[in-house]
């Protein structure tokens, strides 16, 4: 039995990692959980899992489960989150937290030698250098809980990591991509949130529709699979049925395909190295989905995605910087303050204004993360 | 450097072997080759790769080309070419013959212990419980030289077979791919041999406009990778991009794809477990190709399909007739002696005349090839 903490068990990620412990009780145990303000939501799985310690948002919250759960040790807050990611002698992290705030529980664990199931993006798009380096000095796996990542790592399975050519990042395209930048000018809200593939959160919806959550996978890509920007590429597949691909100097590409469904990579992640049968999987029936398209992606179009190369290629605290300002924007967008386009011009804003430090150390990330964000609210 | 004996060096796939050989002369040294009555051929690869052994098909072109090369050893005949692939510590052997000819000589190798990388089809369709039994005992590597099969092989790079949950053969659908069953009535010869994405022999281009050059692919699959006929499908793909598929339990689909080339496969086989550079490959480019089609495979278009599945999942000697009946019939109609739909019904008719022999031996294989050829030619 493979025992597992798991931070934001109550966003969609961590839902889904509970649906797969819920079907594979003899095969894992959730030793430790944490939520952020959904009390509900970790009331049954405290009901349900019964883990040792749980970890909240608030010391509120923790004292009222705590008169609740008698036989649970809770805490709260940063502190607590990480006390959830350091727990005991599990063997895997889930970090399916948002934000910058996954970032220091991931290294916590790492540095105490648990695996890393990672869909945190912000852990290795601010700190890739910092978890890489760390993953590798403690002999960690860092497992992507992404479908791209996971398509890629599957992709890799068995092979030698030098005869990589490149690899090539699938992209749906988002919620406008039959539209021209001239028509991006009046979008609403709502049309930006109706993605065609895939149900996930607002936020990273809207990455989709500006392609910056490509390119802060084409960053992750770069550290999780130590590879140069140029060998990594994107490329348009609307049906997001193939999930990305390498290609090998020999020419050879390996795919990996299925419907859209965030399952699989996350139970590959917890079942790793084997597979186990997915409950109520759909299976993919490619004479039913009939053709597959692809398009060349235009940086013009997606000035976003062109952003995060550059972030990346320049490295430091750029791509904090960048991530950051996205961050603020695409929150002013969804509260109906600024226009889509606007979301590019604060990021581009934002990297303009930057002076970049090299190599930062994890109080560095999280000064610049914090300034970068205020920066952006002050001009609003 | 890698010791190879070549059987079949002057055919579609052995000259593209010899292609390889060409470029990685530090990689791979030649010590065994043979050929069949293309004695021009045959001079050119001694001259440039100086093998220690050749074997030709008759005795006077052994004699011929003794007294042309001196330090070259001459052999001939199928006792000729089971010395080729005996030969000497090669550690690998590329068989690249065409027809049962091709088993005797690939049992006689993995006997002597040397890993085989497979082109003959007969070799797997008809022997295979021999074979895959042998190669298990001596502790040999059977390594597919099929764009298919290699595919497979590819997708299962890390993987356990436990969690397999079909094999996905793609087919192109071949030279008559856009025609109803009446269309083909009077089909020429140089419509069949017009197939849409390969340059190959041309009884493998019949095979592949009637399908059963898929159906051999399937009895193929079914030994190489252990698995029941129920769980070998087949998925037309008219561009021949997707060379194959592995669908796992957990609803994922690994794929392999690229250009259609041969020395893909070829390479790979010689170079496993790694990779090298394919000198001068097309590289895929999916946005140029744009669209992959993908559509179910009719049972009643394809009759030979539909036959080589009941023949795989009958067993012992019927494949072997079925491919005798088959390549009787195709000859045929490459000579126009007979129209192309009476392909299938030769095929149809060996067949159901045909008592089974369970778990024949190589010699009641042989045997059985022998007088099903001579039932089929007895009627005309």
Chains 1, 2 share one sequence.
């Not at 990591?161 to 001239?182: D, M, V």
Request: hydrophobic fraction near 45%.
């Amino acid at each position: 039995m493979k025992k597992i903490n798991l931070l934001g068990a109550t966003g969609s990620i961590g839902i889904q990692t509970i649906d797969i412990l819920r079907s594979y009780k003899e095969e894992f145990q959730l030793k430790a959980v944490s939520a952020g303000r959904n009390i509900e939501g970790i009331r049954k799985v405290i009901n349900e899992f019964k883990p040792e310690l749980v970890s909240v948002q608030d010391k509120e919250s923790a004292e009222l489960l705590r008169s609740e759960f008698i036989n649970t040790k809770f805490v709260y807050g940063n502190e607590g989150l990480t006390e959830v990611a350091c727990y005991s002698d599990s063997e895997m992290v889930v970090n399916a937290v948002m934000g910058s705030v996954g970032l220091g529980p991931t290294l916590a664990a790492i540095e105490s030698g648990k695996h890393i199931a990672i869909a945190n993006k912000e852990t290795l798009v601010t700190a890739g250098h910092l978890v890489m380096a760390a993953a590798e000095k403690y002999g960690v796996q860092m497992l992507p809980v992404d479908s791209e990542h996971s398509a890629i790592f599957q992709c890799l399975q068995g092979e030698n990591s030098k005869n990589i050519e490149r690899l090539i990042l699938t992209a749906s395209g988002g919620s406008f991509r039959n539209r021209t930048r001239e028509e991006l000018v009046d979008v609403s809200v709502e049309d930006a949130l109706a993605h065609p593939n895939w149900a996930m959160g607002a936020k990273i919806t809207i990455d989709c529709a500006t392609m910056m959550n490509k390119g802060l996978e084409v960053i992750e890509a770069h550290w999780l699979f130590n590879l140069p920007y140029e060998n990594i590429d994107v490329l348009i597949h609307p049906q997001s049925i193939i999930h990305s691909m390498v290609e090998f100097h020999d020419s050879s590409v390996m795919a990996q395909l299925g419907t859209p469904d965030m399952r699989v990579p996350i139970q590959l992640a917890l079942s790793y190295p084997d597979r186990l049968p997915l409950m109520g999987a759909k299976r993919l029936n490619l004479a039913e989905v009939a053709t597959l398209n692809f398009k060349e992606v235009d940086f013009k179009r997606y000035p976003c995605l062109r952003m995060a190369y550059e972030a990346g290629k320049t490295g430091g605290t750029m791509p904090t910087v960048m991530n950051a300002a996205n961050e603020v924007a695409v929150s002013m967008f969804l509260n109906r303050k600024i226009p889509f386009l606007e979301i590019e011009s604060i990021v581009e804003t934002a990297m303009a204004e930057h002076n970049v430090l090299a190599n930062p150390d994890l109080e560095t990330i999280q000064a610049v993360d914090a300034e970068s964000r205020i920066r952006v609210l002050e001009k609003f």
